[in-house]
Nanobody, 114 residues
């Protein structure tokens, strides 16, 4: 079974930046769509960004221009660079394999203070 381990979350002030990382236990992530999702307290998990095997990238509207998804296939790692963070970005962020996702990481907490 594929294992995903996220890191890089934390507490940051509004306007700040964080970079999330997701290490995938399987090789060959270049052939797999990878994505980031988030879940805020009391809300459903929502799509944030994805990068397909062909390199196509999609973002949810609320993060366009602020977040950047990327991948390093040699390191089996997917990243989410988050800039200009806002309090409404506060959530647990999850890495996922496949689209729709078939494997999830344990999540990393991102808290943005106003």
């Amino acid at each position: 079974q594929v294992q995903l381990v996220e890191s890089g979350g934390g507490l940051v002030q509004a306007g700040g930046s964080l970079k999330l990382s997701c290490v995938v236990s399987t090789r060959g992530i270049s052939a797999i769509a990878m994505g980031w999702f988030r879940q805020a307290p009391g809300k459903q998990r929502e799509f944030v960004a994805r990068i397909t095997s062909s390199g196509t990238i999609n973002y949810t509207d609320s993060v366009k221009g602020r977040f950047t998804i990327s991948r390093d296939n040699a390191k089996n790692t997917v990243y989410l660079q988050m800039n200009s963070l806002r309090p409404d970005d506060t959530a647990v962020y999850y890495c996922a394999v496949g689209f729709p996702p078939n494997s999830w990481g344990q999540g990393t907490q991102v808290t943005v203070s106003s």
